[in-house]
Protein backbone atom coordinates (compact mmCIF):
# COMPACT_ATOMS: atom_id res chain seq x y z
CA UNK A 1 0.00 0.00 0.00
CA UNK A 2 1.47 3.62 -1.12
CA UNK A 3 2.00 5.51 1.89
CA UNK A 4 3.84 8.33 3.15
CA UNK A 5 5.05 9.03 6.97
CA UNK A 6 6.34 12.27 8.64
CA UNK A 7 8.29 12.68 11.68
CA UNK A 8 7.83 14.43 14.00
CA UNK A 9 4.48 14.94 14.20
CA UNK A 10 5.13 18.14 15.30
CA UNK A 11 8.19 20.39 16.59
CA UNK A 12 8.85 23.63 18.40
CA UNK A 13 12.14 25.54 18.14
CA UNK A 14 13.55 28.95 18.53
CA UNK A 15 13.90 31.80 15.82
CA UNK A 16 16.89 31.59 14.16
CA UNK A 17 17.51 27.75 14.73
CA UNK A 18 18.20 25.18 11.99
CA UNK A 19 15.39 22.36 12.32
CA UNK A 20 15.62 18.88 9.70
CA UNK A 21 11.73 17.71 9.20
CA UNK A 22 11.80 13.71 7.75
CA UNK A 23 9.95 11.94 5.48
CA UNK A 24 9.81 8.11 4.64
CA UNK A 25 7.35 7.02 2.05
CA UNK A 26 6.42 3.59 0.19
CA UNK A 27 5.29 4.40 -2.97
CA UNK A 28 5.91 2.17 -5.88
CA UNK A 29 6.79 2.98 -8.54
CA UNK A 30 8.18 6.10 -7.69
CA UNK A 31 7.79 9.26 -9.84
CA UNK A 32 8.33 12.36 -7.99
CA UNK A 33 8.60 13.74 -4.17
CA UNK A 34 7.12 17.18 -3.19
CA UNK A 35 7.27 19.27 -0.09
CA UNK A 36 4.46 21.84 0.90
CA UNK A 37 3.54 24.44 3.03
CA UNK A 38 0.40 25.08 4.74
CA UNK A 39 0.09 27.86 6.70
CA UNK A 40 -2.86 27.68 9.21
CA UNK A 41 -5.98 28.38 6.97
CA UNK A 42 -4.64 28.14 3.82
CA UNK A 43 -3.78 26.00 1.08
CA UNK A 44 -0.70 24.31 0.32
CA UNK A 45 2.11 26.11 -1.43
CA UNK A 46 4.81 24.19 -3.24
CA UNK A 47 8.38 24.60 -1.78
CA UNK A 48 10.38 22.45 -3.65
CA UNK A 49 10.13 19.14 -6.15
CA UNK A 50 12.62 16.24 -6.39
CA UNK A 51 12.68 13.48 -9.38
CA UNK A 52 14.46 10.24 -8.95
CA UNK A 53 17.71 11.16 -10.05
CA UNK A 54 17.92 14.70 -7.80
CA UNK A 55 19.52 14.45 -4.40
CA UNK A 56 19.03 17.54 -3.19
CA UNK A 57 17.52 20.82 -4.00
CA UNK A 58 17.46 24.26 -2.51
CA UNK A 59 14.58 26.79 -2.28
CA UNK A 60 15.98 29.95 -0.42
CA UNK A 61 16.16 28.80 3.24
CA UNK A 62 14.74 25.23 2.96
CA UNK A 63 17.02 22.62 1.41
CA UNK A 64 15.28 19.24 0.69
CA UNK A 65 17.27 15.54 0.30
CA UNK A 66 15.95 12.39 -1.36
CA UNK A 67 17.47 8.94 -1.11
CA UNK A 68 15.56 7.01 -3.31
CA UNK A 69 17.24 3.57 -2.52
CA UNK A 70 16.31 3.69 1.00
CA UNK A 71 12.58 6.05 0.27
CA UNK A 72 13.49 8.95 2.63
CA UNK A 73 13.39 12.52 2.37
CA UNK A 74 14.26 15.29 4.40
CA UNK A 75 13.61 19.35 4.68
CA UNK A 76 15.81 21.20 6.33
CA UNK A 77 14.80 24.58 7.41
CA UNK A 78 17.96 26.99 8.08
CA UNK A 79 17.60 30.37 10.36
CA UNK A 80 14.33 30.23 10.89
CA UNK A 81 12.06 33.01 11.45
CA UNK A 82 8.64 33.31 12.95
CA UNK A 83 6.53 33.23 9.40
CA UNK A 84 8.08 29.73 9.36
CA UNK A 85 5.58 28.45 11.51
CA UNK A 86 3.21 26.04 9.55
CA UNK A 87 2.47 22.24 8.85
CA UNK A 88 4.79 20.83 6.35
CA UNK A 89 3.86 17.90 4.06
CA UNK A 90 6.19 15.48 2.21
CA UNK A 91 3.57 14.23 -0.87
CA UNK A 92 4.78 11.93 -3.15
CA UNK A 93 3.62 10.18 -6.36
CA UNK A 94 3.62 7.36 -8.19
CA UNK A 95 4.35 6.96 -12.17
CA UNK A 96 1.14 5.25 -12.38
CA UNK A 97 -1.14 8.58 -12.04
CA UNK A 98 0.47 11.87 -13.20
CA UNK A 99 -2.43 13.44 -10.97
CA UNK A 100 -3.17 11.08 -8.02
CA UNK A 101 -0.67 12.46 -5.21
CA UNK A 102 0.02 10.78 -1.71
CA UNK A 103 0.23 13.11 1.06
CA UNK A 104 1.71 12.70 4.57
CA UNK A 105 -0.05 14.04 7.87
CA UNK A 106 2.71 16.91 7.92
CA UNK A 107 4.99 17.86 10.64
CA UNK A 108 3.75 21.09 12.60
CA UNK A 109 6.22 23.20 12.92
CA UNK A 110 6.20 26.24 15.94
CA UNK A 111 8.60 28.88 15.53
CA UNK A 112 8.89 30.79 19.17
CA UNK A 113 10.35 34.00 19.08
CA UNK B 1 -4.39 36.66 -12.15
CA UNK B 2 -6.28 36.07 -8.82
CA UNK B 3 -5.44 32.51 -7.33
CA UNK B 4 -8.06 29.55 -6.61
CA UNK B 5 -10.99 30.50 -5.00
CA UNK B 6 -13.59 28.65 -3.23
CA UNK B 7 -16.00 29.86 -0.83
CA UNK B 8 -17.50 29.49 1.50
CA UNK B 9 -14.28 29.46 3.71
CA UNK B 10 -16.58 28.37 6.26
CA UNK B 11 -19.55 26.48 6.29
CA UNK B 12 -21.80 25.20 9.18
CA UNK B 13 -24.74 22.55 8.71
CA UNK B 14 -26.92 20.25 10.84
CA UNK B 15 -26.96 17.04 9.90
CA UNK B 16 -29.34 15.92 6.90
CA UNK B 17 -29.04 19.16 5.55
CA UNK B 18 -26.75 19.67 1.77
CA UNK B 19 -23.60 21.35 1.69
CA UNK B 20 -22.19 23.10 -1.49
CA UNK B 21 -19.06 24.21 -1.63
CA UNK B 22 -17.81 26.16 -4.29
CA UNK B 23 -14.05 26.12 -6.27
CA UNK B 24 -13.29 28.85 -9.06
CA UNK B 25 -9.93 27.63 -10.81
CA UNK B 26 -7.29 30.30 -11.71
CA UNK B 27 -7.73 32.25 -15.25
CA UNK B 28 -6.81 29.70 -17.69
CA UNK B 29 -7.14 26.51 -15.91
CA UNK B 30 -9.71 23.56 -16.90
CA UNK B 31 -8.79 20.92 -14.59
CA UNK B 32 -9.85 20.61 -11.26
CA UNK B 33 -8.96 18.23 -7.98
CA UNK B 34 -10.84 18.23 -5.03
CA UNK B 35 -9.26 17.00 -1.71
CA UNK B 36 -10.54 15.85 1.92
CA UNK B 37 -8.25 16.56 5.00
CA UNK B 38 -9.72 15.79 8.15
CA UNK B 39 -8.10 16.77 11.22
CA UNK B 40 -4.57 15.83 11.74
CA UNK B 41 -4.45 13.60 8.59
CA UNK B 42 -3.03 14.67 4.79
CA UNK B 43 -5.51 16.06 1.73
CA UNK B 44 -7.42 12.51 0.22
CA UNK B 45 -8.06 12.85 -3.23
CA UNK B 46 -11.31 12.74 -4.11
CA UNK B 47 -12.00 13.71 -7.63
CA UNK B 48 -10.63 14.92 -11.03
CA UNK B 49 -12.80 16.73 -12.89
CA UNK B 50 -12.22 18.57 -16.57
CA UNK B 51 -14.48 20.87 -17.87
CA UNK B 52 -17.97 19.06 -18.03
CA UNK B 53 -16.27 15.92 -17.24
CA UNK B 54 -15.33 13.80 -14.45
CA UNK B 55 -12.44 12.08 -15.21
CA UNK B 56 -11.96 10.07 -11.80
CA UNK B 57 -13.72 9.83 -8.97
CA UNK B 58 -12.24 7.37 -7.37
CA UNK B 59 -11.60 8.93 -4.23
CA UNK B 60 -14.94 10.24 -3.52
CA UNK B 61 -17.78 8.24 -1.54
CA UNK B 62 -20.33 6.69 -3.71
CA UNK B 63 -23.54 7.64 -1.52
CA UNK B 64 -23.90 11.28 -1.11
CA UNK B 65 -20.97 13.01 -2.73
CA UNK B 66 -21.12 14.67 -5.90
CA UNK B 67 -18.88 16.93 -8.25
CA UNK B 68 -19.60 19.07 -11.03
CA UNK B 69 -18.12 21.18 -13.15
CA UNK B 70 -19.66 23.09 -15.86
CA UNK B 71 -18.83 24.95 -19.16
CA UNK B 72 -19.46 28.02 -17.51
CA UNK B 73 -18.81 28.63 -13.53
CA UNK B 74 -17.29 27.14 -10.67
CA UNK B 75 -16.75 23.87 -9.67
CA UNK B 76 -19.10 22.22 -7.01
CA UNK B 77 -18.89 19.51 -4.30
CA UNK B 78 -21.99 18.67 -2.75
CA UNK B 79 -22.39 16.88 0.21
CA UNK B 80 -26.05 15.49 0.65
CA UNK B 81 -27.41 14.82 3.97
CA UNK B 82 -24.17 15.69 5.42
CA UNK B 83 -23.36 13.58 8.92
CA UNK B 84 -20.30 14.49 11.52
CA UNK B 85 -18.08 12.63 9.79
CA UNK B 86 -17.92 15.00 6.99
CA UNK B 87 -16.76 17.75 8.78
CA UNK B 88 -13.33 18.32 7.67
CA UNK B 89 -11.43 21.02 5.36
CA UNK B 90 -11.71 20.56 1.47
CA UNK B 91 -9.57 21.82 -1.06
CA UNK B 92 -10.20 22.21 -4.28
CA UNK B 93 -6.94 22.62 -6.71
CA UNK B 94 -6.11 23.48 -10.53
CA UNK B 95 -4.11 23.21 -13.17
CA UNK B 96 -3.81 24.08 -16.84
CA UNK B 97 -3.59 20.62 -17.84
CA UNK B 98 -3.70 17.24 -16.63
CA UNK B 99 -0.73 16.48 -14.19
CA UNK B 100 0.21 16.98 -10.89
CA UNK B 101 3.17 19.24 -10.95
CA UNK B 102 1.26 22.22 -11.96
CA UNK B 103 -1.45 21.57 -9.10
CA UNK B 104 -2.37 25.26 -7.51
CA UNK B 105 -4.16 24.80 -4.37
CA UNK B 106 -7.24 26.94 -2.90
CA UNK B 107 -7.86 28.36 0.87
CA UNK B 108 -10.38 25.21 1.66
CA UNK B 109 -13.63 25.23 3.00
CA UNK B 110 -13.95 24.20 6.58
CA UNK B 111 -17.25 22.10 6.65
CA UNK B 112 -18.35 21.68 10.35
CA UNK B 113 -21.99 19.36 10.86
CA UNK B 114 -23.19 19.62 13.84
Known amino acids: KNQVEQSPQSLIILEGKNCTLQCNYTVSPFSNLRWYKQDTGRGPVSLTIMTFSENTKSNGRYTATLDADTKQSSLHITASQLSDSASYICVVSDRNSNYQLIWGAGTKLIIKP | NAGVMQNPRHLVRRRGQEARLRCSPMKGHSHVYWYRQLPEEGLKFMVY????????ESGMPKERFSAEFPKEGPSILRIQQVVRGDSAAYFC????????????FGPGTRLTVL
Open chain 2, 93 to 104: ASSPSQGWDTQY
Open chain 2, 49 to 56: LQKENIID
